[in-house]
């Protein structure tokens, strides 16, 4: 029976939409197993196929993707994480560690300073002049250190990029290990957006991963939403080895197409 109500939750609620356009978590089994003892089989699957309310953490509050940011964005970029149907099960476990409210989310008031943490982000120890550094990084609407776990943003850095950002702070530290930044930043974006999209709030336009982000979209379409998803969050190597047998490729040829930026001409 569990098998079948597993096949069954799938069927209603594996990351699509009931009829009623609400979006609908994922399974989680040990919920269900739970669900069947206290009861029965035929309620839990009735309730299964319930509609979710839609996350509306952020319209409530009146944010949109283009926002600037403030003092409260990290509770606002915690309660989309938290509200979160369709990431629920790869964010599991991941909070209060890896949340944003815990003075991991610096905010910059002042344009050079921002910059000066930024060159020092890029490891560059060139001597530049206030009009150099800006030229240099003043373009950049924010960053995620990964040595400190901290996330730098400028005071005039707009919610949907400040949320780019904080997605770093959720993924696996091995996923950009491997996977390099080039996929990690499409595949970062792309996460980014569907959280968007789940509080009925519009992608991202102003950034530039584009290219990044057509990579990640064929990738999924290559493999699957949920092979991306795990290896994203949770480090399952199922992707990698998708890959390797798509490609006819081991794994240090892999590594090596990715630091050249040559896997998704291939896919």
Not at 99 to 106: A, E, I, N, W, Y
Not at 116 to 139: I, W
Not at 155 to 164: C, D
Request: net charge positive; charged share 25%.
């Amino acid at each position: 029976m569990l098998a079948r109500l597993r096949s069954d939750a799938l069927h209603h609620t594996g990351g699509g939409r009931h009829r009623s356009g609400a979006v609908l978590p994922p399974p989680d089994v040990a919920h269900v197993l739970r669900l069947q003892r206290a009861i029965g089989n035929r309620a839990t699957t009735r309730l299964l196929r319930q509609p979710v309310a839609q996350p509306h953490a952020l319209k409530t509050a009146g944010i949109t993707t283009d926002s600037k940011i403030d003092k409260n964005t990290p509770k606002w970029i915690q309660a989309a994480f938290d509200e979160s149907q369709v990431l629920r099960p790869y964010l599991r476990g991941k909070f209060p560690g890896s949340s944003v409210t815990d003075g991991k989310f610096k905010v910059y008031d002042d344009e050079r300073s921002f910059n000066e943490a930024a060159k020092r982000k890029q490891n560059d120890s060139r001597q530049l002049t206030p009009t150099e550094l800006a030229t240099e990084y003043g373009d950049w609407g924010g960053f995620y250190d990964r040595q400190t776990h901290m996330v730098h943003v400028r005071s005039r850095t707009k919610f949907g990029n400040a949320l780019h950002e904080a997605m770093h702070r959720v993924a696996h530290p091995a996923f950009d290990g491997f996977w390099d930044t080039f996929v990690n930043e499409g595949v970062t974006q792309y996460f980014t957006d569907c959280l968007l999209k789940e509080q009925g709030l519009p992608e991202v336009t102003n950034h530039k991963y584009q290219a990044e982000l057509a990579c990640a979209k064929q990738l999924i379409a290559d493999t699957s939403w949920e092979m991306v998803a795990s290896a994203y969050f949770l480090n399952d190597q199922r992707l990698r080895e998708a890959l390797e047998r798509r490609l006819k490729v081991n794994t240090d040829t892999l590594r090596k197409d990715l630091r050249a930026n040559k896997v998704c001409a291939r896919l």
